[in-house]
Nanobody
Framework: QVQLEESGGGLVQPGGSLRLACVAS????????MGWYRQGAGDEREWVAT???????RYADSVKGRFTISRNRSKKAVYLEMNNLKPEDTAVYYC?????????????WGQGTQVTVSS
């Protein structure tokens, strides 16, 4: 059973910073792309950032220049450094990983961590 566990959410003032972490556990061969999505109240889930195994990083326009995604392969982890946070960044943030089982691939999601940007 594969699990993704997120941490690092919380309440922060506008202009502040937070660092999210997501760690994968379970039995699998490797991890392909890892990324972050978010869902605000009443909104659909939207893509935030993805990092590929070759190191390529991609960002949504709304977070480009403020958020940085990174990975630690040995720890099976992905991180999201969020700077200059805005109230519109308030959402539940979800980690997503494409898990390689050698004979198949499957996407897994974390349970989500709440980020609230408010004064």
């Amino acid at each position: 059973q594969v699990q993704l566990e997120e941490s690092g959410g919380g309440l922060v003032q506008p202009g502040g910073s937070l660092r999210l972490a997501c760690v994968a556990s379970g039995r699998f061969f490797s991890i392909n792309d890892m990324g972050w999505y978010r869902q605000g109240a009443g909104d659909e889930r939207e893509w935030v950032a993805t990092m590929s195994t070759n190191g390529r990083r991609r960002y949504a326009d709304s977070v480009k220049g403020r958020f940085t995604i990174s990975r630690n392969r040995s720890k099976k982890a992905v991180y999201l450094e969020m700077n200059n946070l805005k109230p519109e960044d308030t959402a539940v943030y979800y980690c997503k990983a494409n898990i390689d089982f050698e004979i198949s691939y499957e996407d897994y999601w974390g349970q989500g961590t709440q980020v609230t940007v408010s004064s």
